[in-house]
Each structure stands twice: as structure tokens, then as C-alpha cells.
């Protein structure tokens, strides 16, 4: 990823319409196709990256590791690291994280709604 400079007017930007709309402010922390995948594996406990992999079994290993350092970084994921070989990595939800269960939980129930609206119609 190109990192931004922090002084730059699009960051500027950024910044200014975060505080403007809390819409776009949960967007750019659990925007895109991958990171609500990720939050609603970990809503029932922590799992390994390996565990993650197989229940996400079409996002790529450069993705899943690239949204998850995301969701790290944005304090909606933990990690923790056993000190033992081979290497015991654990992601959990967060405080903030798990204070999405409710969204992730509404998502799903739209989304069986509207399935079955859009199958009625067929």
C-alpha cells in the first residue's frame, strides 16, 4: 500500500469528512468486500489465521493478512502471539469490534430477507 502523507489535502480531507459523517467513518473502518467477512468469522470466538483461511476459502492469503493488519491497526481485531514453535497466532474481536456484532447480525438478517423477496420473484 502507498502510504499517505499526513499533510497532504486528500488526508486533510479524509480526516474532515470522518467528523462530518459517521457514515463514512464506519466505512473506512470495515469497508470492502473482506472485512465484514473477517468480523463476522470472529463474531463467535477467536481463531487462528488457518481457521480463518478455510471458513473464507475464496480471499487470497495477501488479502486475508492485508485486512486483517487493517482490522489490527483500525483496534477492531486483536492478535495474539503464543511464544512457542511452530508459531500459535489467535484474532479475536476487540472491545470496539465485538460492539459490532449487532451491525454484523442486522447485515445477515437483511440479507436472508432479501434473498428470500428476490427468490419469491423468480
Known amino acids: 500500500m502507498t502510504a499517505v502523507k499526513e499533510s497532504s489535502t486528500q488526508n486533510a480531507n479524509k480526516i474532515f469528512a470522518e467528523l462530518l459523517c459517521p457514515v463514512t467513518?464506519?466505512?473506512?473502518?470495515?469497508?470492502?468486500?473482506?472485512?465484514?467477512?473477517?468480523?463476522?468469522?470472529?463474531?463467535?470466538?477467536?481463531?487462528?489465521?488457518?481457521?480463518?483461511?478455510?471458513?473464507?476459502?475464496?480471499?487470497?492469503?495477501?488479502?486475508l493478512i492485508q485486512h486483517l493488519k487493517?482490522?489490527?491497526?483500525?483496534?477492531?481485531?486483536?492478535?495474539?502471539?503464543?511464544?512457542?514453535v511452530p508459531p500459535f497466532v489467535t484474532y479475536s474481536l476487540s472491545r470496539s469490534g465485538e460492539e459490532l456484532t449487532p451491525v454484523m447480525t442486522a447485515m445477515v438478517e437483511w440479507a436472508i430477507k432479501d434473498n428470500s423477496r428476490i427468490a419469491e420473484n423468480m
Request: glycine share 6%.
Open 25 to 63: 467513518y464506519v466505512m473506512n473502518k470495515i469497508g470492502g468486500h473482506w472485512k465484514p467477512i473477517i468480523l463476522y468469522q470472529l463474531i463467535n470466538g477467536p481463531k487462528r489465521y488457518s481457521e480463518l483461511r478455510r471458513a473464507i476459502p475464496t480471499v487470497t492469503e495477501k488479502m
Open 70 to 84: 487493517q482490522l489490527e491497526a483500525d483496534n477492531l481485531v486483536t492478535r495474539k502471539a503464543e511464544p512457542v
